[in-house]
Each structure stands twice: as C-alpha cells, then as structure tokens.
C-alpha cells in the first residue's frame, strides 16, 4: 500500500472528558498514531452514558497531548453546517498544531433517526467536503448544492491561521459511501464490527471509486474500527472485547439493520443469532449485553483481544486484508494499563 500503516484508537465520547483527557495522555506516551473521537447519540442516553462534542474535545486534546494526531471519527453533516466544521477544525488545527487533525465525515443511520431522517445522505457527505475543503485551504468559494449553500472569501494572505492541509475521511458501510470515499476522500472509516472479509468488500468497493477518476485505490487509508481487548491473560484479554462486541451488536439490530447486514455477513452473524444480545442490552444495559456474547459470537467479530501474540496475530491478519489504520474499539477494566500494554508489547511488532 502506498499510505503508512498507522494504529490508533476510537475514542468513545460518551465518557467524562477527564477520562477521554486521560486516555489521550496515556496513547500519546505509548505511542499510538491517532485517536478518534466516535461521538455518542442519544442511544447511549438511554444506555445510562450522555453524548459530547467530538469537535469541542478535539482542540482540548489538541493542547493536553504532543504528538498523536486527533481524528473526528466521525461527525455528520446533520448535525453541523460546513462552515461551522470548518471553523471547529481551524480551532483544533490551532490547539494541535501542523499535520495533527484528521477530519472524518459520516451520514450515521443513528442520527438520521433522531433529527427526523434526512434525504440525500451521500449527497450531503459529498457537499460538506466540497465546501470543507476549499475553506481550509483558503480558497473562495461560491457553492450551491442540494443540500447546503455557503459563500465565503478567500482568505487574506495577512490572515492568521494554520494553512495545513487537513486529510478528510469518509465513514461508510454500504457501497455507493465506500465509492464515494475512493473517489473524492483521503480515507475510508469503517464501522465496528468490522472483520478482515469485510476490509476486503471495503478496498473493492474504494477501488472502484478511485478508478472513477483515474487514482489508485491504495492511495486511500483504510481505518478499520475493530473491537479490542487485552491482558497477559487471555480470557481476561477478551474479555473487554466481549463488552464492547455486545454493544455494538445490539446497535445493529436496535438502529442501523439494513446498513448493518453486509458487516454482519462478512461476520457470518445472523440476525437471529444477535437478537439476543439486543434484548439484554434494552433489559439490562451493556453488561447483560455482554453475557450474551457466546465464544462462537466473539471469534465471528474477529477481535484485537486476548495475550499481546494474539494481538499481534489479529493486527498482520488485518493488515494482509487491505487495513492500513487499526482503531481499536478497546474497552474493559483499566484500559489505561491496556493502553500500556498494547504500546510496549504489540506496537512495535507491528510497524513497518
């Protein structure tokens, strides 16, 4: 592949800044490449957790850390007009400093939900970057699309600001989003659950974008959202995974069934075979949810998780696959000491 590999985290922002702060500080002496801010919508409400700003979080680590880059994984064109985006990634670009945002655009199914399911999603993706874009690098513009309309001008050479070009991700599970990504997007930003059949479905599908315009497919990063756990004991190492696997299959089958099926056939999961999972997680929340998720189901997601040589193992089969970006779902007791253990015993076996 002609992009780096680089592994990084997904960073729910459904937990109290201070911890997010603190996990940050953590990746960036460990020596993770990225952390992504995944922002929580009102499901997690319901699930005892509350929602926060992925773009508001994103300038604080900004100045609490020093080297990882900070990615918005991801924020949808929903919920924020591009030009206030664009203004938020100027803030983070400033707080971060050069080379350090990563800016990740999704329709989410979940959301779509909850303000009144808007049309044209792909439309607006494509429209947020197309104004995104140009505003960032300085340019005027003069836009009219179906979905938005924005008028800006140019940047004045006197003007102070970052004049870094900032990568922009597309998020997407289905084909036309994933093509989409290939033909106008630095990346590709997949959902949880993802297994390495589906990082293969994924790279066609941006291949074919790409081909669209005349690049290469593998000059597009692939960021895989994978579910991870780990422990010098495996089943204590699979154990945060078994969590954040429960959750994340009852979201499939609770908000986005339909976008959801080809992750869950690549998984060789059924939806019979998940409910379960779904009707603990309304009964009794993520813990319940996590006592549903049999061996059988867990080994179907492909984990990160177990000893640090299972790790190692998952991450190559991942990487032969088509991912260049690992971002670990990783959850479960102490993650910070996770978080250490995963640096000091699987990331320096897995860089180029």
């Not at 780096?4 to 702060?21: H, K, N, S, W």
């Not at 499901?43 to 994103?58: L, Q, V």
């Not at 979940?110 to 049309?119: F, K, N, S």
């Not at 659950?193 to 290469?216: E, K, L, Q």
């Amino acid at each position: 592949m002609s992009v780096p590999f680089r592994v990084g985290v997904m960073q729910l922002t459904m937990e109290p800044l201070a911890d997010i702060v603190h996990h940050a500080g953590v990746m960036d002496r460990a020596g993770f490449d990225t952390i992504w801010l995944a922002e929580a919508y009102p499901w997690w409400r319901k699930h005892e957790y509350e929602a926060r700003s992925a773009t508001a979080i994103s300038a604080v680590l900004g100045r609490e850390t020093e080297r990882i880059s900070i990615g918005w994984g991801i924020i949808s064109p929903y919920t924020r007009h591009p030009i206030q985006v664009a203004m938020e990634a100027r803030v983070t670009q400033e707080a971060a400093g050069e080379g350090r945002l990563y800016l990740g655009f999704g329709a989410s199914k979940i959301l779509m939900h909850e303000v009144g399911d808007p049309a044209l999603p792909l439309t607006a993706v494509r429209e947020s970057i197309e104004i995104v874009r140009p505003i960032l690098a300085g340019e005027g513009l003069d836009y009219e699309g179906k979905v938005f309309t924005a008028r800006v001008p140019p940047m004045s050479p006197n003007a102070e600001a970052p004049r870094s070009r900032v990568p922009i991700y597309i998020a997407g599970t289905g084909p036309k989003m994933q093509q989409l990504a290939g033909e106008i997007a630095d990346g590709l930003l997949t959902a949880s659950i993802t297994t390495p059949g589906f990082v293969r479905y994924a790279r066609r599908n941006v291949a074919a974008g790409a081909d669209r315009v005349g690049r290469s497919g593998e000059d597009v990063d692939v960021g895989c959202t994978i579910v991870a756990s780990i422990d010098n004991d495996r089943d204590r190492g699979r154990d945060g995974a078994r969590e954040i696997a429960g959750m994340y299959l009852a979201n499939k089958v609770q908000n986005i069934r339909g976008s959801a099926d080809v992750l869950l056939d690549e998984a060789g999961l059924t939806f019979d075979e998940i409910a379960p999972i779904a009707e603990a997680m309304e009964r009794g929340g993520r813990l319940a949810a996590k006592e549903k998720v049999t061996d059988s189901i867990l080994d179907k997601c492909r984990p990160i998780a177990g000893t640090p040589a299972d790790c190692i193992a998952a991450i190559n089969e991942y990487r032969e696959a088509g991912c260049t970006h690992i971002m670990l779902e990783l959850w479960g007791a102490d993650r910070a000491s996770q978080l250490e253990l995963f640096g000091r015993e699987v990331l320096p076996h897995v860089r180029d």
